[in-house]
């Protein structure tokens, strides 16, 4: 299990500062969360750990490796489900796993052992468009799942759901989680989401994006979602909307 | 059986009123032909088409079989060589700069003007009609699948890098499959040019073939025996846009999802 490890990141798009002297370390293992306004650069951020994107200055580094320019370290899943469109289910699944170096009829049967637990068993050959909003989140991320690289970069997957949709993802996500230790960064601007699903949750200021808060959570988990009315569950909220607001 | 049972009753109100508009209108030159006793070498009847036809039926298969041949490989020239252009034009922005203008300008020349040309450069066989073909194919056909190429989706490529492929992988996985509906968009234009693009070729000077076939008919003022000709042309390059049409649909069926099994 790989650390993620973040130092002093900064970056520049032209004349917008986007990211200013970032630094956040999490342990193989952990579930963190960064939570942000709109536009703080929390994408910006992933992209780096992606290897999508060289930043102006500063480290990211994966398991003590740096992901500078070095894609494929992490397993990224962008804001955007991003399916292909001539890819059918089963294909879209393996898609990671495949680019990864992984073989096709290997890929195929790791993909086939985990579409019930995706909710995704009967439609391995459905195209993407004929799923619906849930379905083909999850599919995302099965895709993610399934690459080789076992660190997880999530940017606001649930985002695009609605309530009810979304309730149940968190509870399936953490089931799905909970079988297997993983790093997983997950960005997201739901103060109550991040508490859920996390370890640690980090909050980005506002443009140019910067760590002003790191917050352990040290609930047990899995963690139902009736607990988020406990008293200790709303003081760490109340905790975050503050750093949030101020 | 039902599925086929409804597809074909969907096909039929499809096409239905374009069949009876045809009917209506091969029945109104009829009528017209008749009331005005209208001269067959001016204007021949429906009737007097379709007696013509049985008449040459004998010699049509020969000068189809001609023509078609030459259409189909123009076509796989244009499209071999179309789709290679395009490659290089999606690949290369400095080689796009430079080519596509000069493109554009090569489609301005008449192709009328060209095939008396391309007969002094290669003579009276086959090979001044397939390059006729190729030249009328080729443009639609690049231009499309570089365009198909050049706006395939930048986050999806972006995710196949990600995912640490390189410049190859993001080309089989998203660029190529992405640019697949363009290139038989392409290929459909080029295929219903095809048949016309053969019969220009023909027309210069050729022995066999739907073009001196409508020669020779006109020389000997049989304006039935032409709209023989006509009527064949447009059935031989409707049947190729069609197989061209079912090639799509089984190479990218993922465009074909939405319309038909969408609840």
């Not at chain 1, 993909?111 to 999850?138: D, K």
């Not at chain 2, 013509?52 to 060589?81: D, K, M, N, V, Y």
């Amino acid at each position: 299990m790989s650390t993620i490890d973040v130092r002093g990141l900064g970056h520049t798009f032209g004349d917008l500062r986007v990211l200013k002297d970032v630094s956040l370390q999490a342990p193989g293992g952990t579930f963190a969360s960064i939570v942000g306004p709109s536009a703080c650069g929390k994408s910006t951020l992933l992209r780096v750990l992606a290897g999508l994107l060289v930043p102006d200055e500063g480290t990211a580094e994966v398991g003590g490796v740096s992901t500078v320019s070095r894609p494929g370290l992490v397993s990224y899943m962008p804001q955007k489900d991003l399916l292909l469109p001539w890819r059918r289910v089963l294909g879209n699944a393996t898609l990671g796993a495949e680019v990864g170096g992984i073989k096709r009829a290997e890929a195929k049967r790791q993909a086939g052992a985990l579409m019930e637990r995706f909710g995704l068993a009967g439609f391995e050959r459905a195209w993407p468009s004929q799923l619906s909003g849930g379905m083909r989140q999850r599919l995302a991320l099965l895709r993610t799942f399934l690459a080789p690289a076992k660190t997880m970069l999530l940017d606001e997957p649930f985002g695009a759901l609605d309530a009810i949709t979304r309730r149940e993802m968190h509870g399936w996500l953490q089931s799905v989680l909970g079988a297997e230790q993983r790093t997983v960064l997950f960005i997201t601007h739901d103060v109550e989401e991040a508490l859920l699903l996390s370890d640690r949750v980090y909050v980005m200021s506002p443009r140019p994006g910067r760590i002003i808060a790191d917050v352990p959570v040290t609930f047990p988990k899995p963690r139902p979602s009736g607990a988020v009315l406990a008293p200790e569950f709303i003081r760490l909220k109340a905790e975050l909307l503050g750093a949030l607001g101020g | 059986m039902r599925r086929l049972g409804a597809s074909t009753r969907r096909a039929t109100i499809e096409y239905l009123p374009a069949g009876l508009l045809l009917a209506a209108l091969i029945a109104g030159w009829e009528a017209w032909v008749r009331i005005f006793d209208t001269r067959p070498y001016i204007m021949p009847a429906p009737s007097r088409v379709w007696t013509a036809f049985l008449e040459t039926r004998g010699t049509l298969p020969e000068h189809i079989t001609t023509t078609l041949s030459e259409a189909l490989l123009g076509l796989a020239i244009a499209a071999a060589a179309g789709v290679a252009l395009a490659a290089i034009l999606a690949l290369t922005p400095l080689v796009r700069r430079v080519l596509y203008p000069i493109l554009v300008v090569s489609q301005t020349i008449p192709m009328i003007v060209l095939a008396p040309l391309l007969v002094i450069w290669f003579g009276f066989g086959m090979t001044p009609k397939v390059v006729v073909v190729a030249l009328f194919g080729f443009f639609p056909i690049c231009v499309s699948t570089a365009e198909g190429l050049l706006t395939a989706d930048r986050e999806m490529t972006g995710l196949v890098r990600s995912m640490g492929g390189g410049r190859l992988a993001s080309l089989r996985y998203v660029e190529i499959p992405a640019a697949l509906p363009s290139f038989f968009s392409g290929l459909k234009i080029a295929a219903t040019y095809a048949v016309l693009g053969a019969v220009i070729g023909e027309w210069v000077g050729a022995s066999s073939g739907l073009g001196i076939f409508i020669t020779r008919a006109q020389t000997a003022f049989r304006v039935d025996r032409v709209f023989v000709a006509v009527a064949v042309i447009a059935v031989v390059s409707v049947a190729l846009f069609a197989a061209v049409h079912v090639a799509a649909r089984l190479t990218t069926p993922w465009m074909y999802v939405n319309k038909e099994n969408k609840s």
